[in-house]
C-alpha cells in the first residue's frame, strides 16, 4: 500500500491500494477543510483501510494548522473514537446550523 496524497486539484485525499484508490473528498474552507465522503474499494472493506485513509487526513490537516468539518459519517464516527484528534474540530459557531450529511 502507499501513502497518503492530497490531490488539491480533485479536493480529495488518495490511498493507491491493490484493488484501486481509496478517497476522503472535501470541500476547502476558510482554515478548514469540510471531508463530506469517503470511500474504500469494496473487496477491501473491513480491512482498517478506511481508518488508515482517515487518520491520515488528519494528520496532513494538522501539519497544515488546518480544522475539519466532518461531514461524512465515517469521520465523525472516528474522530468519536479516536479523541486525541477533536482539536481539530471546527468550534461551531452561536445559531450556526450544521450543514447535512451528504452520503
Known sequence: ??????NAALNRYELDTEAGSAVANYRPLPGAIA?????????LRGRNI??????GVLEDVRRQGLKVV?????????????????????????GEARAPARS
Open 1 to 6: 500500500m502507499h501513502a497518503i496524497r492530497n
Open 35 to 43: 471531508i463530506f465522503h469517503t470511500e474504500v474499494p469494496l473487496p
Open 50 to 55: 478506511g481508518v488508515r485513509l482517515v487518520r
Open 70 to 94: 466532518p461531514q461524512c459519517s465515517f469521520v465523525r464516527a472516528f474522530m468519536t473514537r479516536h479523541p486525541e484528534f477533536n482539536d481539530l474540530l471546527v468550534a461551531p459557531s452561536a
